[in-house]
């Protein structure tokens, strides 16, 4: 693994903070963007505002020839294509609010959960280093989807599935790395090791789960036993 770049008195740009997660993953790299002198949870907030609207103008966009593969006469694509024109306006404005509360609060669900293991950061650090990590692979899931869009419009049948074989194996791996510098930025942020941040990384996700799975038993289990009766 190549050295770390020495840290200067010139703050960073975003590109350059970007650049250093991706390319040095560690928790010295976490600990060194945190020496940045705008190194704040507004900043990093602000970096997942605009870049969930750059993807949802530029992905809104690019979809615009889907509408003419939708069956219909030409009023039904003046129709078609306003509806489409609403949704789009709705997700530039909405989506990057969403964004932004869903980074703020899943970062204080990081933060609680490491405070239970003994975690010794601050919420904003964590909003700042997950942001450089979640910002530039939003824009690489972005570029992914531009790439395979073409294909699904214009060959939706014989090369669009080859495209995504080719792509998936892709897509996966930068998942999974995204994976792993989030889970490396809480422990550079908490500081309360691997494993831990590991579990502070997944147990939100569990809880999820084992929830999703008690309601839907909870509306399932009543209607197949009112159910039942009927077929004996």
């Known amino acids: 693994m190549e050295s770390l770049p020495a840290q200067t008195s010139t703050p960073r740009k975003w590109y350059e903070i970007w650049w250093a997660v991706l390319r040095h993953p560690g928790k010295e790299t976490f600990q060194s963007i945190l020496q940045e002198p705008n190194s704040d949870y507004s900043r990093g907030l602000i970096w997942i505002a605009v870049v969930t609207l750059i993807t949802a103008v530029v992905i809104g966009l690019a ?3 889907l509408i003419r ?3 219909g006469t030409s009023s039904d694509l ?3 294509s306003s509806i489409f024109v609403v949704i789009l306006g709705l997700e530039i404005i909405l989506a990057p609010l969403f964004a932004v509360a869903g980074m703020a609060v899943a970062a204080a669900i990081y933060h609680g959960i490491a405070r239970l293991f003994g975690g010794l950061g601050q919420w904003g650090q964590l909003v700042f280093c997950l942001a450089a990590v979640s910002a530039p692979f939003a824009l690489l899931s972005a ?3 531009l790439v395979t869009l073409p294909f699904t419009v214009w060959f939706p ?3 669009s599935p080859f495209v995504s074989c080719c792509v998936g194996p892709f897509a996966l791996a930068l998942g999974i790395y995204a994976l792993v510098l989030q889970v490396i930025a809480i422990d ?3 500081n309360i090791g691997t494993w831990k941040s590991v579990a502070t990384f997944f147990i939100p996700a569990v809880i999820l789960v084992v ?5 839907s038993l909870t509306i399932l289990v009543p209607l197949v036993s009112s159910y039942l009766p009927n077929l004996q």
Not at 211 to 215: G, W
């Open 143 to 145: 570029a992914i989807n």
């Open 63 to 65: 979809s615009l020839p």
């Open 188 to 190: 550079a942020v908490e």
């Open 78 to 80: 003046i129709v078609n």
């Open 157 to 159: 049948s014989d090369i």
């Open 211 to 215: 929830l999703t799975i008690c309601c």
């Open 69 to 71: 593969t939708l069956p």
